[in-house]
């Protein structure tokens, strides 16, 4: 069985170790050999240590204490983005300037994954401080590819099956995006619900943590483990919008319980701009999903959302540049152009803009709640289509972008193919705090499109 | 008992009203025979309809449909500062340029008061736009003497008893400040706990809504009422930090059953700009209350919160620049000299200057949180001493802005009388979410003092 013991999604190695069918140790091996396969080619790891993983897998105990009798993440191995916090491996933060950098401190997220008896596998390729400037990761469905940033090497190590889930940010769209591009399952939940603390941020009033995973069910799963309230970051945020409901047990019928959810087909004013291949997709997949009994509408946001991705740059530059200034003065050769020029853009935000920005920013998140009232998901398209080929570009966010402006709850899941063999996905989403709902209806609609989408094996061409 | 009926406590009326003692239309012709003696002296008012509302008081009905079976503020006449929109009365925001304003549609919290009974006694005076402008209102203690700003009439009107409850808002010391300078209680909630909607801005950043009473309990009894999630402002605010507590019968008793509130005494790096009579006071009354029973220890806040003045000035310039700007070029002789100032102080804050201190205000409230560990209020004084004499100056507001800055709920008490025989009060506050609490140490503070301090009858030397 250890050969195959790699490709278990993240709920079956759980419950497989949970139940003495396999052992921590056995399903660490079957990971650790299969990166070793692929890491040569695919570039995940900036820090990676099997020989550490091993002892701290072994000192793994089932029960800790008597405040928390089991740990559902028990021998989990997760891919950590290099922008997150750890203790025992280095947190780069996918630049030079902190090459070897040791975190005082794993990050709020890491502490969750751990209490819960996860293990941190190793630290997944970021773009420079998750911004645009690649690192070395490849797309695994064609090495030629881009794997989409900044979360690059967690989306592909999810994909190539190096890893059950990884940690990723999105402050535009750094999740979804590779997801799709990669062929996986990437969340990102409500603004707020996952603290931030111990993440070097790229713009605080966008930055999100989610999970790349490959299914719905997984990226609940481990969601509900890392939404908490660390105290520290958004302390307005208590007690969290979250309810209990990311519980596993709740939703392990929703797939066959939900009765025609009320899916909103969104293609917004940059439609035009999305690939032919990608923009079929998404309307086959609009009338499938209405095939299987879902009440399909078509949702046309009012003109005042049309600002969004104005305001969104004017943030993420603003604040980008209030973080990197010094960095960007202080050690000019250690900082890439890309993240020179964000700094420079920001610098030159006018600060009536950016006041008004961070206001229209609150007026939008209430306004798209009342727009999607009677709504259970939005479906639109997490990319323009396949991923970019070369590794200089990490692809286009702007379908990414509305939705982590306004907080949204978002999900990608794989859902076809592009001509050139590679995956295409498609994305839903929900207001602030409608989570729970949301995720509901992704993994009714990942069960209705089985009937539709063959996922393939994935063929590393090494 | 007519002449008496105005100064009956927000309590006592609801009960009496509630209970067939008295008629809300008797209370009502109470209210305005104390206004109409007044008023003419005092300058509460900016629009007032007497005849309007006793007909408005006369439609009221005890019960509603069976969503509300019962209406908690029937027959309660409460004023409401002129920033605040309501559908009957103007609501000119204390400028100018908009003279005759009627708004389209009532406050979120005006429509709260509303749907429990309550009703809209009339428009109360603030400085132009909730800043430094003053309008005409005195102080009742000595015609001489500023009310303070901005809820100038909502603190007078409550201190002259000619309303049992006023709303005020507080961007840094509008509520706090002008309740010490008339001797009533004002109480400020924590940061997002009662929706803006409908009320203009000086600084989303910073400003909350908030009500005087004559008392702690009533204070919280009418809040509890305002508390909500209107959907539109504070989006991310759900569900509401505060729990039920609020409702009266949990505290009722707090002021006998709570042992030995933990009390720190913080007065800050500005501390030497207090009166020495209203140090004596604070001094005093930190003495007392350990007499009582307390135990009082002194706060030192680590010098990290010391930028909270620049950073609260920051933050309140750069937004009130925003949204002022085109109405200060555009009706230049409508709006006063100080607003203008205002707004060219805000238009030269460096950009990365505000985004630093919206980010550092973050940090501070989750830092302050744990400050306080362990806490139940601070103690502080809530003004630099008695109210200032004239009426161009409403007052300073360090000792407010702290909490202000810090999204934190605070309320102040009478407790003394200056050697002018002006109120002074004293000011307690706790951490963002920590309301309930505060509220019932507050009850039991104001219990303890009556050993210490005799509240003077108010008498208006016309």
Redesign the interface.
């Known amino acids: 069985m250890k050969e195959a013991l790699y490709e278990l999604s993240l709920i079956q190695a759980q419950q497989l170790i949970a139940k003495g069918v396999i052992t921590k140790e056995d399903y660490l091996e079957g990971i650790l050999d299969r990166i070793a396969d692929v890491e040569p080619h695919l570039h995940l790891f900036v820090d990676f240590d099997p020989q550490a993983l091993r002892t701290n897998c072994s000192k793994l105990s089932a029960v800790s204490s008597n405040l928390k009798p089991n740990k559902p993440l028990l021998g989990i191995p997760i891919g950590v983005k290099d922008i997150i916090d750890t203790q025992q491996l280095k947190t780069e933060r996918g630049s030079k300037a902190f090459k070897g950098r040791i975190a005082p401190k794993a990050a709020s997220v890491v502490q969750s994954i751990e209490e819960h008896g996860g293990l941190v596998l190793g630290k997944t390729v970021t773009t420079e401080f998750a911004w645009r400037s690649p690192g070395l990761t490849r797309n695994p469905w064609n090495l030629a590819h881009t794997p989409g940033g900044s979360s690059s090497g967690s989306a592909a190590g999810v994909a190539s099956h190096c890893m059950p889930a990884a940690l990723g940010t999105q402050t535009l769209g750094s999740i979804i995006r590779p997801a799709a591009y990669c062929g996986v399952v990437g969340f990102k939940p409500s603004?707020?619900t996952i603290p931030r603390t111990g993440v070097y941020p790229l713009s605080?009033s966008l930055d999100h943590i989610g999970v790349f995973t490959r299914s719905v069910e997984d990226a609940a799963y481990l969601t509900s483990f890392l939404i908490q309230n660390d105290?520290?970051?958004f302390?307005?945020?208590?007690?969290l919008?979250i309810p209990s409901a990311l519980n596993l047990s709740n939703w392990s019928d929703a797939k066959t319980n939900m009765r025609s959810p009320k899916i909103a087909l969104l293609k917004t004013s940059k439609w035009s701009r999305v690939s032919g291949e990608q923009q079929q997709l998404i309307d086959k997949t609009a009338l499938h999903l209405s095939q299987s009994g879902a009440d399909v509408s078509v949702l046309d946001l009012p003109p005042s959302f049309d600002c969004i991705w104005d305001m969104a740059d004017t943030i993420q530059f603003?604040?980008a540049?209030?973080i990197n200034?010094h960095l960007a003065r202080e050690e000019p050769c250690r900082i890439s152009s890309l993240t020179q020029t964000l700094v420079m853009k920001g610098?030159n935000?006018?600060?009536?803009e950016?006041?008004?920005a961070?206001?229209k920013q609150?007026e939008l998140?209430?306004r798209f709640?009342?727009c999607l009232r009677g709504i259970d998901a939005v479906l639109t398209t997490p990319s323009l289509g396949e991923a970019p080929k070369g590794l200089e570009d990490t692809g286009d966010a702007i379908f990414c972008t509305p939705f982590t402006f306004l907080?949204a709850p978002a999900i990608t899941l794989p859902a076809g193919y592009s001509s050139n063999g590679l995956p295409l996905g498609i994305q839903l989403a929900n207001d602030?705090?409608s989570d729970a709902r949301l995720l509901s209806v992704a993994v009714w609609v990942e069960n209705a499109l089985r009937k539709f989408y063959t996922p393939r094996n994935l063929e590393l061409k090494l």
């Open positions: 603004f707020g605080p105290g520290i970051d302390p307005h945020h208590s007690p919008p603003a604040e540049a209030e200034d610098l935000v006018p600060m009536l950016y006041v008004k961070k206001r609150q998140i209430a709640t009342q907080g602030w705090g």
